[in-house]
């Protein structure tokens, strides 16, 4: 199996490429390829918090993407982006996760983005690892839908229209959310300084 962590898979379509790649697709389901390959690494990103390894993070992007294939015949651009539809299935599946017990987030799993990054500097090293666990901390004492939000935000890379369709929620709304988010995460984050 790839290692999807480092995969270099990302690459985003427009959303006319897209309907034309799953119309083929329900053709020809080897054209799902490249659908696959467009969208794999946000969605192994964003379900890697809910997994125990980046392996079973692998393996429940893999039962993704097997489900949305066998599901692509039933899809319909009712101007729903297909990212946003693959992201609804990705969440079905992190919610049974969660549902299973899994109620916490182990920090190695969260986006490289949020994680120290090496550094020859130890001390800029130790000041940097320790505003992220700052940070950190301050994100898990946040709703579960805050924190949702931002996964699908920063770990996903969802667009605010895509993030609103997911969960399902007016646009404006998830948007002034964010922001509400954002802004007390950095006023906490300040107050602590």
Request: aromatic share 8%.
């Amino acid at each position: 199996m790839r290692n999807l962590a480092g995969a270099d898979t990302d690459a985003d379509g427009t959303a006319e490429d897209d309907c034309a790649l799953i119309a083929r697709a329900v053709e020809d389901p080897d054209a799902f390829a490249e659908l696959y390959r467009r969208h794999v690494r946000r969605v192994f990103h964003y379900l890697l918090p809910y997994a125990d390894s980046a392996e079973d993070a692998a393996d429940l992007t893999q039962h993704v993407f097997l489900r949305a294939l066998e599901s692509l015949p039933a899809y319909q651009d009712r101007g729903i982006p297909f990212t946003a539809w693959l992201f609804r299935i990705a969440r079905n599946a992190a919610t049974d996760i969660y549902r299973r017990g899994r109620r916490t987030v182990p920090w190695d799993h969260t986006a490289p983005v949020w994680q120290p990054f090496a550094d020859d500097d130890p001390e800029a090293a130790v000041l940097r690892a320790e505003r992220l666990n700052r940070l950190r901390l301050l994100i898990a004492q946040l709703g579960e839908e805050q924190q949702e939000m931002l996964r699908l935000r920063f770990a996903a890379g969802l667009r605010v229209a895509e993030i609103a369709i997911v969960l399902g929620k007016n646009e404006a709304a998830v948007q002034k959310a964010l922001k509400r988010t954002l802004f007390k995460l950095k006023e906490q984050y300040d107050a602590e300084i």
